[in-house]
């Protein structure tokens, strides 16, 4: 008798580990991304020489585009500064994608690299008389250098010459799990969840919807949020893309504190990247890849913050629209020589 009740929990066990494999396997959806098709080549503009802008395009630019028409940076083997003249542009460079489920890599055709009982994402409760839900989403981050991939400009000093790679998996980050734990990168936090620090992202709001954010108030996600704690929950989830919004940022935040990201436009930076442990949210663009990847139009690409009301009108919707991937466009000054 004991042994038969041991055989039928030990196949009860096998059946609960398959079907929960298959669950969040099912929950994996995404497509790769057409490296011609799915860019929305507009967004390389505004480029400029020195102060002068070629070809604007209508598109949102950062305000510290170097005056001066000619540069100089030291080139080795050369002993002195070499001149050269100062370049800007929007140079397409990673992708970041955000996803409910635990190892599933969204810009990758949809591939589950395991299946695992860690925590997956999902919207899960009503928090308040406004409406917000709580939600919890995985991040995953990508080396994507699309110009000098796909050798579009060759020979070019200025361009990001890094290989395609996986860089980044909040999957591996205890942190992300937990904002105690997170609290050990931000203690500033505690800082900027007081209602008056909150109250100034009201500016920031107002101009990522016409221009770009307010690298004063790197605490705020435009309209969208906070961008601390550098975690995966959200305790004001208004949509599945405002919410990946804010964990973008919140990601791209916490790879400048740790160094691995710096600051590449403006004047201190034609020589090459500038260390920085708080991030410059003027020098980054957000374009939609999926679910529709957004290839035109003016908002196509967006300042980080700005309201989703803006460009994200139908396309988050059930079961292959829940997870988001996105372009990250980064605006580069380069002296080049």
Request: proline share 7%.
């Amino acid at each position: 008798m004991l042994k038969t009740f041991n055989i039928i929990k030990f196949i009860v066990i096998i059946n609960v580990i398959i079907f929960s494999n298959i669950a969040y396997a099912s929950q994996c959806v995404g497509r790769f991304v057409n490296p011609i098709n799915d860019i929305c080549w507009s967004c390389l503009f505004p480029i400029t020489i020195g102060p002068v802008k070629v070809n604007s395009n209508n598109r949102f630019d950062t305000d510290d585009n170097p005056d001066d028409l000619i540069c100089a940076c030291p080139k080795p083997p050369f002993p002195l500064p070499v001149p050269g003249v100062p370049i800007g542009f929007w140079e397409p460079v990673r992708l970041i994608e955000v996803t409910r489920s635990p190892y599933c890599m969204v810009s990758m055709g949809g591939l589950s690299l395991g299946s695992s009982f860690k925590r997956s994402g999902t919207v899960y409760k009503a928090v308040d008389e406004k409406g917000f839900n709580e939600s919890f989403y995985h991040v995953h981050y990508y080396m994507y250098p699309l110009l000098y991939w796909l050798e579009l400009i060759t020979d070019f000093v200025c361009l990001d010459k890094t290989s395609f790679d996986i860089a980044y998996m909040t999957e591996f980050d205890p942190t992300w799990n937990d904002d105690e734990l997170a609290f050990i990168f931000n203690p500033e936090a505690v800082i900027f969840s007081n209602p008056v620090a909150q109250a100034a992202c009201a500016t920031d709001c107002i101009s990522t919807n016409f221009s770009m954010g307010i690298d004063r108030l790197f605490w705020c996600a435009g309209c969208n949020g906070s961008l601390y704690p550098f975690a995966g929950h959200l305790t004001q989830h208004r949509s599945g893309i405002q919410a990946s919004h804010v964990l973008s940022g919140r990601l791209l935040s916490k790879l400048h504190r740790i160094q691995v990201l710096g600051i590449t436009s403006g004047r201190k930076a034609l020589c090459g990247e500038v260390p920085s442990a708080r991030i410059k949210k003027s020098q980054y663009k957000l374009q939609m890849t999926y679910p529709i990847p957004a290839t035109s139009g003016f908002y196509a690409c967006n300042s980080l913050g700005m309201n989703e009301i803006l460009f994200g009108m139908g396309k988050e919707f059930p079961y292959k629209g829940e997870d988001f991937g996105y372009l990250i466009w980064r605006k580069k000054n380069c002296c080049a020589l």
